[in-house]
């Protein structure tokens, strides 16, 4: 399945990923865009590894983006909290069938043979 993009609260995409009946689920956290580009690099970097993984790959993926450099760096952003707890850009996020949360964060989410252990495993 395609990545899709997520305009929902970050308490509903909790909620969708925990609800969700296929396990596991992905849930990938972006950088947001300035004037069409994604400000974090890593996320640039990480955009046609992870759309290509994806796009391939059967799994259910949805993605968020968790705000401009200063939202981002403020340490009350959203996407910081539990149950995210993102520490960097870009993160993947699996929830696994048996309810546990892993996660594949910045360079190695562009890093192929990580992105595909993880999207595999």
């Known amino acids: 399945m395609p990545l899709k993009f997520s305009t929902e609260s970050p ?12 396990k596991p689920v992905y849930l990938v956290i972006y950088a947001s ?13 990480a955009e046609s590894f992870v759309n290509a993984k994806f796009g391939d790959s059967g799994k259910t993926a949805t993605a968020v983006y968790a705000g401009l450099k200063p939202e981002w760096k403020s340490p009350d952003n959203v996407w ?26 910045e360079d190695d989410v562009y890093d192929q043979a990580r992105l595909d252990a993880f999207v595999s495993g």
């Open 80 to 105: 910081k909290q539990e149950p995210f707890l993102v520490t960097a850009l870009p993160t993947i996020i699996k929830v696994k069938a048996d309810g546990k949360w892993e996660r594949l964060v």
């Open 33 to 45: 865009a300035v004037e069409g580009r994604m400000w974090c690099s890593d996320c640039r970097d």
């Open 11 to 22: 308490e509903d995409v909790a909620e969708n990923l925990s609800l969700a009946s296929v």
